[in-house]
């Protein structure tokens, strides 16, 4: 049977093309245009549907969240209605952080902030603190190391001496120890950020400082009741401003843990509340300014002040994944300085 034959039939099986002229003409038209249309169009129609769907496709280090709207190489918007980005913190070098909680993270590929207090690294049993060998295998495993002092003490009661030792001396410590660069420390309570001493001393060794508390940072300090709407530092009358790369502030995950007594379906409603938090800002802005960042400590089932119990952990990271947020590290923060404000690396 010629091909000529088989069309034939197979348009005599679809009697509604006899009754239908209209949709006969509309058929035979589109396939004509189909022939004439130059390649330049078809190409542009065939571009176009998959730049759509890459918009929805989740972030890889080819397809970033970023959109190319850059100014000091970097950006905060994201693309297609994606504003939903939240940072996790582990502080307190507390050993559960490598046994338990980052086989949680590796499920769901998170990385997370791990912050370091170097005088509480490794413990006679090796089963308390975290040791090098488990820092050093968390950095190579692309998860971010940043400091948080020599000795975990209120900086706001130290000389300038004793201060430098506990921020440079960090530094200089984790360094030694094999940990790449760290730029950006954790003020212990975080109850530091209107100290102009200890801001201008962690100013001279880290670009950035995990330092006070909020239920979500914005990227141009432009969300909270201090009226700011950019990042600088200090005002033009040499005053501290409220919100700035050194007081970028969490959201304690602990302090749920102790007010509802380890009662995980409260404190799951409440870890819920606030990584959604940001979204209408960010949605009204069209692009990422408002990130939750959520501070953990010890991940255990131990059911004291500085622990989150393992099966809320795990929920909570299923959540998250689950529902299309992009977990970044405080590192990915960068700071453009001709509008003093910060951005997500790329």
Same mark, same amino acid.
């Given at each position: 049977?010629?091909?000529?034959?088989?069309?034939?039939?197979?348009?005599?099986?679809?009697?509604?093309?006899?009754?239908?002229?209209?949709?006969?003409?509309?058929?035979?038209?589109?396939?004509?245009?189909?022939?004439?249309?130059?390649?330049?169009?078809?190409?542009?129609?065939?571009?176009?549907?998959?730049?759509?769907?890459?918009?929805?496709?989740?972030?890889?280090?080819?397809?970033?969240?970023?959109?190319?709207?850059?100014?000091?190489?970097?950006?905060?918007?994201?693309?297609?209605?994606?504003?939903?980005?939240?940072?996790?913190?582990?502080?307190?070098?507390?050993?559960?952080?490598?046994?338990?909680?980052?086989?949680?993270?590796?499920?769901?590929?998170?990385?997370?902030? =791990?912050?370091?207090?170097?005088? $509480?690294?490794?413990? !006679?049993?090796?089963?308390?603190?975290?040791?090098? &060998? @488990?820092? %050093?295998?968390?950095?190579?495993?692309?998860?971010?190391?940043?400091?948080?002092?020599?000795?975990?003490?209120?900086?706001?009661?130290?000389?300038?001496?004793?201060?430098?030792?506990?921020?440079?001396?960090?530094?200089?410590?984790?360094?030694?120890?094999?940990?790449?660069?760290?730029?950006?420390?954790?003020?212990?309570?975080?109850?530091?950020?209107?100290?102009?001493?200890?801001?201008?001393?962690?100013?001279?060794?880290?670009?950035?400082?995990?330092?006070?508390?909020?239920?979500?940072? =914005?990227?141009?300090?432009?969300? $909270?009741?201090?009226? !700011?709407?950019?990042?600088?530092?200090?005002?033009? &009358? @040499?005053? %501290?401003?409220?919100?700035?790369?050194?007081?970028?502030?969490?959201?304690?995950?602990?302090?749920?843990?102790?007010?509802?007594?380890?009662?995980?379906?409260?404190?799951?409603?409440?870890?819920?509340?606030?990584?959604?938090?940001?979204?209408?800002?960010?949605?009204?802005?069209?692009?990422?300014?408002?990130?939750?960042?959520?501070?953990?400590?010890?991940?255990?089932?131990?059911?004291?002040?500085?622990?989150?119990?393992?099966?809320?952990?795990?929920?909570?990271?299923?959540?998250?994944?689950?529902?299309?947020?992009?977990?970044?590290?405080?590192?990915?923060?960068?700071?453009?300085?001709?509008?003093?404000?910060?951005?997500?690396?790329?």
């Amino acid at each position: 049977m010629t091909d000529m034959s088989k069309v034939s039939i197979q348009f005599q099986n679809f009697k509604w093309f006899k009754y239908n002229p209209k949709i006969v003409f509309s058929v035979i038209l589109v396939l004509s245009v189909s022939f004439l249309l130059p390649n330049s169009f078809s190409s542009y129609l065939l571009g176009s549907s998959q730049s759509l769907i890459s918009h929805h496709d989740p972030i890889t280090k080819t397809n970033p969240i970023y959109n190319n709207s850059k100014t000091d190489g970097h950006s905060n918007t994201v693309v297609g209605n994606s504003t939903k980005v939240v940072i996790l913190t582990f502080g307190d070098t507390i050993k559960s952080q490598f046994t338990t909680a980052k086989p949680i993270l590796d499920q769901y590929g998170f990385k997370a902030s =791990f912050f370091i207090t170097c005088n $509480y690294v490794g413990d !006679q049993a090796q089963t308390q603190r975290l040791n090098w &060998n @488990d820092i %050093l295998s968390l950095q190579q495993d692309g998860q971010d190391i940043e400091s948080k002092g020599m000795s975990h003490v209120d900086l706001n009661n130290l000389s300038p001496k004793e201060l430098d030792f506990e921020i440079n001396g960090s530094k200089q410590c984790l360094e030694n120890h094999g940990i790449n660069s760290p730029n950006i420390f954790a003020v212990v309570h975080g109850d530091a950020w209107s100290n102009p001493l200890v801001v201008d001393t962690i100013s001279k060794y880290y670009g950035y400082a995990d330092n006070g508390f909020a239920s979500s940072m =914005f990227l141009r300090c432009d969300g $909270y009741n201090s009226k !700011q709407t950019d990042c600088r530092t200090y005002t033009v &009358n @040499d005053m %501290l401003t409220y919100a700035n790369r050194y007081s970028i502030r969490e959201t304690s995950h602990n302090s749920w843990d102790q007010s509802y007594s380890h009662n995980d379906q409260i404190i799951f409603q409440k870890f819920v509340g606030a990584v959604n938090s940001g979204i209408n800002f960010n949605n009204k802005k069209g692009a990422v300014d408002a990130i939750p960042i959520i501070a953990y400590h010890g991940i255990d089932n131990n059911g004291d002040a500085s622990s989150t119990d393992i099966t809320l952990f795990a929920r909570e990271m299923k959540y998250l994944y689950d529902n299309g947020f992009k977990v970044i590290s405080m590192s990915h923060l960068g700071y453009d300085e001709s509008t003093n404000s910060m951005n997500i690396r790329q």
